[in-house]
């Protein structure tokens, strides 16, 4: 069954403006001539390896699954190491329309399976510790090719819900360089404090900056010798009429890959297309990154939002993902305080959020902080109240950087330092950041309290200079 969410969704991208979406060139796509191996199972926080036929945890449920080979023909995506691949699919939450049953309005993530192709000898490989690769998941950003705006440091590992380094864990290569092989991996999460939120933050809302998570993966294997027509990158598949809507995921019954027989899985709200971000080079920028000669800004268009031709002549821009819960909600983070102030640009929205609720490793980050016209550095400063028991803050006072919405607060700064970004003035892609356990605890918290978290920062030439963030509240682990 075809996801009319999917179809129409692309159709409305297709129709917009050129800068939208941009057509890759069929050369980008490699076929996969090598038999697809399962490497079986790594622990991402102690190294550990685990043979195929073991299962991570027992009692897991699957809430997201995009697996379906294009029904035509099996291939994969090349990528150089200084390309990061921003993909996006959704997580259900107990209010979303459709058949879920079990879903969540988060989930602690105990796997998560990737695919790739390399011509890289493993001797080469192991020798640097494994196949060198990173990923990153964001509860939200921006939607549809991240709402067509470039994501930028400060990096993934500050900046996402998790972001996972793999490069030391072992992961395969070939057996000769210049041979392909392919592997599919299975990464064990269950000690990380992985926790995705459904529907974006636990609520359907209709939208897919709302409600569609990101990742991201890039493959940083350099090769001595290019080799010609032969780049590592990520398998190709979310074959939509394979399956139902959704296929594979929660109850709903798995599709039939058309190639191999297997059972599969469509990947819920998949998009046919997905952002390219090119090291240096920005949207709509011509040139090439020193030493890595092979990306997608060879064709005119930088940075930017790319798909394969158009499904289903083409196949579906989108790539090899399982995520697996324990099936139980983890720590909630609620979100309140709706700002309505404008920003000095428009389509600004600053979002707060928290990595984790862990103290351990949980940051404080908000995104998308406007650049105002003619400024290209911006400050923020987090503001909290902490305590055991004392709950949602149900405070609200309207002042010039908008609604206030914690009483008797304290600040970030100077006890650790103010959070500052930089970069090309009108445009929203600032970050601010604090570790929740920064200077060795200066902020005060501790597990068990009680958090509310606001930000403060810096917008001129807006009303008053500065606005606020919405605010949070969980507890911390």
């Known amino acids: 069954m075809f996801r009319?969410?999917?179809?129409?969704?692309?159709?409305?991208?297709?129709?917009?403006?050129?800068?939208?979406?941009?057509?890759?060139?069929?050369?980008?796509?490699?076929?996969?001539?090598?038999?697809?191996?399962?490497?079986?199972?790594?622990?991402?926080?102690?190294?550990?390896?685990?043979?195929?036929?073991?299962?991570?945890?027992?009692?897991?449920?699957?809430?997201?699954?995009?697996?379906?080979?294009?029904?035509?023909?099996n291939y994969y995506a090349g990528f150089d190491w200084c390309e990061e691949n921003y993909d996006e699919g959704r997580v259900p939450s107990p209010s979303s329309p459709g058949s879920h049953v079990g879903a969540?309005?988060?989930?602690?993530?105990?796997?998560?399976?990737?695919?790739y192709c390399t011509y890289v000898s493993d001797a080469i490989v192991q020798a640097g510790g494994g196949y060198d690769?990173?990923?990153?998941?964001?509860?939200?950003?921006?939607?549809?090719?991240?709402?067509?705006?470039?994501?930028?440091?400060?990096?993934?590992?500050?900046?996402?819900?998790?972001?996972?380094?793999?490069?030391?864990?072992?992961l395969p290569g070939s057996t000769t360089t210049g041979f392909q092989a392919?592997?599919?991996?299975?990464?064990?999460?269950?000690?990380?404090?992985?926790?995705?939120?459904?529907?974006?933050?636990?609520?359907f809302n209709g939208t897919p900056a709302d409600d569609k998570f990101i990742w991201m993966q890039a493959q940083n294997q350099t090769q001595a010798t290019q080799l010609a027509a032969t780049p590592d990158g990520f398998l190709i598949v979310g074959e939509p009429a394979t399956g139902g809507y959704g296929a594979c995921s929660y109850t709903i019954p798995?599709?039939?890959?058309?190639?191999?027989?297997?059972?599969?899985?469509?990947?819920?709200?998949?998009?046919?297309?997905?952002?390219?971000?090119?090291?240096?080079?920005?949207?709509?920028?011509?040139?090439?990154?020193?030493?890595?000669?092979?990306?997608?800004?060879?064709?005119?268009?930088?940075?930017?939002?790319?798909?394969?031709?158009?499904y289903p002549t083409a196949p579906l821009a989108s790539y090899w993902l399982i995520m697996n819960s324990d099936g139980r909600a983890g720590p909630t983070i609620n979100f309140y305080c709706t700002q309505t102030k404008t920003t000095s640009v428009a389509s600004c929205v600053p979002a707060i959020s928290a990595t984790n609720t862990t103290l351990a490793t949980g940051v404080w980050h908000v995104s998308n902080v406007p650049l105002g016209p003619g400024v290209n550095v911006t400050v923020g400063i987090f503001i909290y109240t902490d305590g055991v028991g004392i709950g949602q803050s149900a405070f609200n006072q309207v002042i010039p950087f908008g609604n206030l919405c914690l009483q008797n607060f304290k600040r970030s700064s100077p006890a650790c330092p103010a959070s500052v970004n930089s970069g090309t003035p009108n445009t929203c892609v600032g970050q601010f950041n604090?570790?929740?356990?920064?200077?060795?605890?200066?902020?005060?918290?501790?597990?068990?309290?009680?958090?509310?978290?606001?930000?403060?920062?810096?917008?001129?030439?807006?009303?008053?200079?500065?606005?606020?963030?919405?605010?949070?509240?969980?507890?911390?682990?």
């Open 4 to 73: 009319s969410y999917l179809i129409a969704a692309g159709a409305a991208l297709l129709c917009s403006t050129a800068v939208a979406q941009q057509k890759l060139d069929p050369s980008r796509l490699y076929p996969v001539t090598a038999p697809i191996k399962d490497a079986g199972t790594v622990d991402v926080s102690t190294g550990k390896w685990t043979k195929p036929a073991q299962q991570v945890k027992s009692n897991n449920q699957t809430i997201f699954n995009n697996t379906c080979t294009w029904t035509t023909l």
């Open 104 to 115: 969540q309005v988060n989930n602690n993530v105990i796997s998560v399976q990737i695919a």
């Open 133 to 170: 690769m990173e990923l990153a998941f964001w509860n939200k950003l921006n939607g549809d090719c991240v709402g067509l705006i470039p994501p930028t440091p400060p990096p993934q590992s500050t900046t996402a819900t998790a972001y996972f380094d793999l490069s030391g864990l072992g």
């Open 182 to 203: 392919c592997w599919i991996v299975t990464l064990d999460t269950s000690n990380s404090g992985f926790v995705l939120a459904s529907d974006g933050e636990g609520t």
């Open 254 to 310: 798995c599709g039939i890959d058309a190639l191999f027989g297997n059972t599969c899985g469509t990947g819920l709200d998949t998009f046919d297309a997905s952002w390219i971000n090119v090291d240096g080079i920005a949207v709509g920028a011509a040139g090439q990154p020193a030493n890595c000669v092979n990306t997608v800004a060879q064709y005119g268009f930088g940075t930017n939002c790319y798909f394969f031709g158009g």
């Open 434 to 477: 604090v570790a929740v356990n920064c200077n060795s605890g200066a902020l005060g918290v501790a597990v068990g309290e009680d958090v509310n978290v606001q930000c403060w920062y810096r917008d001129p030439p807006n009303v008053a200079q500065a606005n606020f963030t919405n605010a949070m509240f969980y507890t911390v682990q």
